[in-house]
């Protein structure tokens, strides 16, 4: 009777569901079948695609190329195209008998920057392991990259797995802000659709897919067709600060920095998952970073402050400095806590705030400003505290290890937070530090692999160890340190820190022609002309032809009002390299400057042949047809530039302007907005924002604008002056003349100064 009620239900069922329901059950079960047989055809691999539905890569060189040897075994080498940021490594293809082989991978820290391999941790691993374990041979390979974060470690993981690693060490953390990147909509979809698109990814039926799209892709070459799906990055790292705008690129934003940590998340996951799946113990280094004795990279205001605020902020931060520098600590600690209550958002000032409270023994205050300042950082090369967080949630699973750098670093710090004892800039170890994570690593070797003993490491002579190698090692390996350390800092925008350093390594200045260079930039950075001159000068006698030491005199001549000694420098530089975009602009502006506005054009023409979408040429085209009154002509150079980067603020900022020009009030004010928002600092913004705003009547928001341009650049009249006539429009004539005596003691000389305060 049951039975016969079962068929009554099934049969009820269909008959209210009607044949659609019929159909799609028969559809699930049949593509399950197909499903399973799919997976059961021999020669058939249909392993899971590793494809990042974040972000793709415009082509993929492997890391390593095989090569026969002259006794006749395969080995495999850093491919040459990789040697930029990679170490050169040379090892056999397949594992000898009786040997551990370990793969490192990572960014720079696992290189061995600022150095090389040498003196990395992988290196000092391998020295570690022969000397303490005796029962077979260990061999370490340093897979590490400058400059590459998550997802391209996820790459090289992937094609390390086929050289039969016995384990594979991962630091990776602090690089995942480093390029810039568009995220898909995929990021939006809502969870239930990723998890399903998650399932649907484990089916034979999509990887089979997957593989052909990615065959039919590679033979075709459709890149259009990736950048409908994710984001396209070049094959190789093209890093935000070594783009022409450099810190100003990087801007708050909230949702951007989720999407990070979502890809960050993901591709943690993924290289747990290839370790598992291939059978690889994994561990991960839990990154580390200088936060006692490293300020922040980049600072930026509350956007919601009020300038009367930002005003009040900016002389608290700078008394409460002039404070510390003075030793008034006490003064100090309460100046800098007024700053940081006004703006809690400044990264620098938690800083500066955090290392008196160092220096007043008050180290638990002093931690949180200094954490403070690190997670505020709007540059985030140290990885924030969310970074670490999804390591120790992705490794608890137990798929995976996780070594605690911080914890083990911290014990040896003479203080509560880890500084320049340990590390040589931002988050890059010392060559002792790297031995003492080297120990760690065997240590935790033992805890995963049983079968690895290495009984002798507690009678490890480290000092001896560490001696031993450093004297081994070239005076120009040496050198390498405190001259890469220098451009990293450089790059940063860290001038008095270099300073500092290159001014202690009198050596290297006098021989080494790199150094002269970027204490040249060092001291223009600072003001010093006639010294950054003297540099540039230097370098040149030692590298006559060291391209940016040709550009860059070239330029500070220009600046200087030595316009001959300027052109002769761009003459010869362009009879080197005929086709640098940066040398055939700054040659142009320098003519334009002059007046000579057809040979200027001629050099931006040159550029744009060399490169037709270069934002930066065809925004340098179009101030100079401004310049020279044809704001029409102009505008469409401006408007090209957009199509090309949507956000550019400099394009932005002048077709704004070109708007304002025409009287078209609104769409002026739409385009002024976009630039702010890409680049709130920018006082060339802000004035023109003011000066839509006064004629619009609108004097209170005018004030506003002129009155954050003054803060940000009080190096041109022009800005006292703007705000002095928003004064006078207002009949505010105590402020007016306040702002007109204060502009006079900077431009005593100024003709409309005077002849404003003379009314």
């Known amino acids: 009777m049951r039975r016969f009620k079962l068929r009554l239900n099934v049969k009820n069922i269909f008959k209210k569901t009607g044949l659609k329901f019929a159909l799609i059950v028969f559809g699930i079960i049949l593509t399950l079948l197909l499903d399973f047989l799919l997976g059961m055809i021999p020669g058939l691999d249909i392993s899971e695609a ?76 391998e020295k570690v392991l022969d000397q303490t374990c005796d029962q077979r041979q260990y061999e370490v390979i340093n897979a590490g990259a400058i400059s590459y974060a998550s997802y391209r470690v996820k790459i090289v993981l992937e094609e390390i797995l086929a050289f039969d690693p016995d384990l594979v060490v991962i630091y990776t953390g602090h690089n995942e802000f480093l390029e810039q990147r568009t995220y898909p909509k995929l990021l939006n979809t809502s969870p239930f659709i990723f998890s399903l698109t998650g399932l649907a990814r484990r089916t034979n039926f999509y990887r089979l897919a997957a593989k052909i799209k990615n065959s039919l892709k590679k033979a075709d070459n459709k890149t259009a067709e990736l950048r409908a799906g994710a984001g396209l990055l070049a094959a190789e790292v093209e890093t935000l600060l070594d783009q022409s705008a450099g810190l100003d690129l990087y801007q708050p934003d909230t949702v951007f920095t989720q999407d990070v940590y979502s890809h960050f998340r993901f591709n943690v996951q993924r290289m747990i998952g290839l370790c598992a799946r291939s059978g690889v113990p994994l561990l991960f280094c839990l990154p580390v970073d200088n936060t006692r004795d490293f300020s922040p990279f980049k600072s930026s205001n509350n956007p919601a402050l009020p300038s009367t605020k930002r005003l009040s902020f900016n002389k608290l931060l700078a008394t409460g400095t002039a404070h510390a520098d003075r030793g008034e600590f006490a003064r100090a600690i309460k100046t800098l806590t007024g700053a940081v209550e006004i703006d809690s958002l400044y990264a620098e000032a938690h800083f500066r705030l955090g290392r008196v409270l160092l220096v007043t023994g008050d180290t638990a205050a002093a931690e949180k400003h200094l954490l403070l300042a690190r997670e505020l950082d709007v540059c985030p090369l140290r990885a924030p505290d969310r970074i670490r967080h999804i390591l120790e949630e992705e490794t608890a699973g137990g798929k995976a290890r996780l070594l605690d750098l911080p914890e083990l670093l911290r014990v040896l710090e003479p203080g509560v937070l880890i500084g320049n004892e340990l590390l040589l800039d ?100 600072g003001g010093d002309f006639e010294s950054a001159a003297g540099y540039y000068a230097g370098a040149l006698k030692l590298l006559s032809g060291h391209r940016n030491s040709l550009t860059f005199l070239a330029r500070l001549y220009g600046q200087t009002e030595q316009p001959e000694r300027a052109e002769n420098l761009y003459r010869r530089a362009l009879g080197l390299y005929p086709d640098d975009i940066s040398l055939l602009c700054n040659y142009g502006i320098l003519l334009a400057n002059q007046g000579l506005f057809d040979r200027a054009m001629d050099c931006f023409d040159r550029a744009l042949k060399v490169n037709s979408n270069s934002t930066s040429v065809l925004n340098n085209i179009g101030l100079l047809l401004l310049m020279n009154k044809e704001p029409d002509e102009a505008f469409t150079y401006f408007e090209r530039s957009l199509a090309i980067m949507p956000g550019d603020p400099q394009a932005n900022n002048y077709s704004g302007l070109i708007y304002l020009l025409r009287g078209n009030y609104q769409q002026s004010e739409k385009r002024l907005l976009l ?67 204060e502009g006079l003691k900077k431009f005593p000389e100024d003709h409309r100064l005077i002849q404003l305060l003379q009314r």
């Not at 050198?479 to 202690?504: I, T």
Request: net charge positive.
């Open 50 to 125: 590793e494809s990042d539905p974040f972000v793709g890569f415009s082509r993929s060189v492997p890391v390593f190329e095989g090569y026969r040897a002259e006794n006749g075994t395969e080995r495999l080498r850093t491919a040459y195209e990789k040697q930029r940021w990679f170490n050169r490594q040379d090892f056999s293809r397949c594992k000898l008998p009786g040997t551990f082989r370990i793969i490192t991978l990572g960014g720079s820290t696992t290189y061995g920057r600022p150095y090389r391999h040498e003196t990395s941790f992988s290196a000092w691993l």
């Open 426 to 525: 931002h988050i890059h170890p010392s060559p002792r530090t790297n031995l003492t994570i080297a120990v760690e690593i065997a240590r935790r070797l033992a805890e995963m692999i049983p079968e690895v003993n290495p009984a002798g490491l507690d009678k490890l002579d480290r000092d001896a160890l560490y001696d031993k190698r450093m004297v081994e090692l070239s005076a120009d390996y040496l050198e390498l340190g405190p001259l890469n350390l220098a451009k990293v800092l450089v790059w940063a925008g860290k001038y008095p820190e270099v300073r500092r350093m290159l001014g202690a390594n009198p050596a290297l200045l006098e021989r080494n022609g790199e150094a002269r260079y970027l204490m040249g930039v060092v001291q223009e950075k």
């Open 675 to 741: 630039a702010l928002r890409a680049n709130p600092e920018d006082p060339s913004v802000r004035t023109n924002i003011g000066n839509l705003y006064r004629r619009t009547n609108r004097l209170a928001e005018a004030e506003e604008q002129f009155k954050l341009a003054l803060l940000l650049d009080q190096s041109k009249p022009d800005h006292f002056l703007n705000l002095a006539l928003i004064y006078r429009d207002q009949g505010n004539g105590s402020r007016l003349i306040d702002v007109l005596r």
